[in-house]
Protein backbone atom coordinates (compact mmCIF):
# COMPACT_ATOMS: atom_id res chain seq x y z
CA UNK A 1 0.00 0.00 0.00
CA UNK A 2 1.64 3.42 -0.88
CA UNK A 3 1.48 5.94 2.10
CA UNK A 4 3.34 8.85 3.12
CA UNK A 5 2.43 9.84 7.15
CA UNK A 6 3.56 12.87 8.31
CA UNK A 7 4.24 13.81 12.31
CA UNK A 8 6.01 16.46 14.17
CA UNK A 9 4.21 19.41 13.92
CA UNK A 10 3.36 21.55 16.53
CA UNK A 11 3.44 25.14 18.14
CA UNK A 12 6.36 27.32 18.57
CA UNK A 13 7.45 30.70 19.29
CA UNK A 14 9.70 32.54 16.69
CA UNK A 15 13.53 31.56 16.68
CA UNK A 16 12.24 27.79 17.48
CA UNK A 17 12.94 24.54 16.31
CA UNK A 18 10.74 21.94 14.87
CA UNK A 19 11.50 18.71 13.39
CA UNK A 20 8.92 16.72 10.49
CA UNK A 21 9.06 13.60 9.46
CA UNK A 22 7.55 11.81 6.64
CA UNK A 23 7.58 7.75 6.77
CA UNK A 24 6.82 6.47 3.36
CA UNK A 25 6.27 2.96 2.20
CA UNK A 26 8.92 1.25 0.77
CA UNK A 27 7.54 1.34 -2.83
CA UNK A 28 6.81 4.95 -2.57
CA UNK A 29 10.81 5.86 -1.01
CA UNK A 30 12.63 4.26 -3.93
CA UNK A 31 10.69 6.48 -6.58
CA UNK A 32 13.66 9.14 -6.29
CA UNK A 33 12.70 12.09 -5.33
CA UNK A 34 10.39 13.51 -2.24
CA UNK A 35 9.48 16.52 -1.23
CA UNK A 36 8.24 19.04 1.69
CA UNK A 37 5.86 21.57 0.63
CA UNK A 38 3.35 24.30 2.46
CA UNK A 39 0.28 25.87 1.94
CA UNK A 40 -1.10 28.60 4.20
CA UNK A 41 -4.85 29.82 4.61
CA UNK A 42 -5.08 31.64 0.93
CA UNK A 43 -2.14 30.75 -0.54
CA UNK A 44 -1.29 28.02 -3.11
CA UNK A 45 1.13 25.10 -2.02
CA UNK A 46 4.41 25.80 -2.67
CA UNK A 47 7.90 23.87 -2.58
CA UNK A 48 9.77 24.03 0.66
CA UNK A 49 12.33 21.08 0.16
CA UNK A 50 13.72 18.45 -2.31
CA UNK A 51 15.98 15.33 -1.53
CA UNK A 52 17.44 13.03 -4.02
CA UNK A 53 16.50 9.39 -2.21
CA UNK A 54 18.95 7.60 -4.33
CA UNK A 55 21.83 9.80 -3.52
CA UNK A 56 22.40 13.28 -1.19
CA UNK A 57 21.28 15.76 -3.51
CA UNK A 58 19.28 18.37 -1.78
CA UNK A 59 17.21 21.37 -2.97
CA UNK A 60 15.65 24.66 -1.09
CA UNK A 61 13.03 27.08 -1.51
CA UNK A 62 15.32 30.60 -1.10
CA UNK A 63 12.81 31.54 1.90
CA UNK A 64 14.33 28.41 3.88
CA UNK A 65 17.74 28.20 2.92
CA UNK A 66 20.11 28.30 5.97
CA UNK A 67 17.05 27.67 8.36
CA UNK A 68 15.96 23.95 7.11
CA UNK A 69 17.31 21.22 6.38
CA UNK A 70 15.62 18.32 4.46
CA UNK A 71 17.72 14.53 5.00
CA UNK A 72 16.97 10.49 4.91
CA UNK A 73 17.18 7.51 6.63
CA UNK A 74 17.15 4.85 4.22
CA UNK A 75 16.77 2.29 6.92
CA UNK A 76 13.34 3.87 8.07
CA UNK A 77 12.16 4.75 4.17
CA UNK A 78 11.79 8.11 6.29
CA UNK A 79 12.19 12.03 5.03
CA UNK A 80 12.53 14.73 7.62
CA UNK A 81 12.79 18.16 7.70
CA UNK A 82 14.66 20.11 10.21
CA UNK A 83 13.29 23.50 10.43
CA UNK A 84 15.20 26.16 12.61
CA UNK A 85 15.10 29.39 13.28
CA UNK A 86 11.53 29.25 12.55
CA UNK A 87 9.59 32.71 11.85
CA UNK A 88 5.73 33.53 12.13
CA UNK A 89 5.88 33.23 8.21
CA UNK A 90 6.22 29.48 8.41
CA UNK A 91 3.05 28.96 9.92
CA UNK A 92 1.11 26.68 7.46
CA UNK A 93 0.13 22.85 6.83
CA UNK A 94 3.16 21.17 5.91
CA UNK A 95 3.13 17.94 3.11
CA UNK A 96 5.01 15.32 2.25
CA UNK A 97 5.24 14.58 -1.52
CA UNK A 98 6.73 12.05 -3.25
CA UNK A 99 7.25 9.78 -7.25
CA UNK A 100 7.23 13.15 -9.16
CA UNK A 101 7.29 13.43 -12.77
CA UNK A 102 10.58 13.59 -14.13
CA UNK A 103 9.42 15.46 -16.96
CA UNK A 104 8.15 18.16 -14.74
CA UNK A 105 9.77 19.88 -11.99
CA UNK A 106 10.38 18.96 -8.85
CA UNK A 107 8.67 21.95 -7.64
CA UNK A 108 5.96 21.79 -9.51
CA UNK A 109 2.86 20.72 -6.95
CA UNK A 110 1.33 18.96 -10.13
CA UNK A 111 4.56 16.69 -11.08
CA UNK A 112 3.94 14.52 -7.72
CA UNK A 113 1.87 11.35 -7.30
CA UNK A 114 1.56 10.93 -3.56
CA UNK A 115 0.82 12.79 -0.99
CA UNK A 116 0.73 12.59 2.89
CA UNK A 117 -2.26 14.51 4.79
CA UNK A 118 -0.05 17.15 6.32
CA UNK A 119 1.09 18.09 9.49
CA UNK A 120 0.24 22.07 10.90
CA UNK A 121 2.98 23.91 11.96
CA UNK A 122 1.90 27.42 14.14
CA UNK A 123 5.07 29.72 14.72
CA UNK A 124 3.65 32.45 17.07
CA UNK A 125 5.80 36.08 17.06
Known amino acids: QVQLVESGGGSVQAGGSLRLSCAAS????????MGWFRQSPGKGREGVAV????????YYADSVKGRFTISQDNAKNTVYLQMNSLKPEDTAMYYC??????????????????WGQGTQVTVSS
Open 97 to 114: AADPALSLSFWSVGAYKY
Open 26 to 33: RYTYSRNY
Open 51 to 58: IYTGGTST
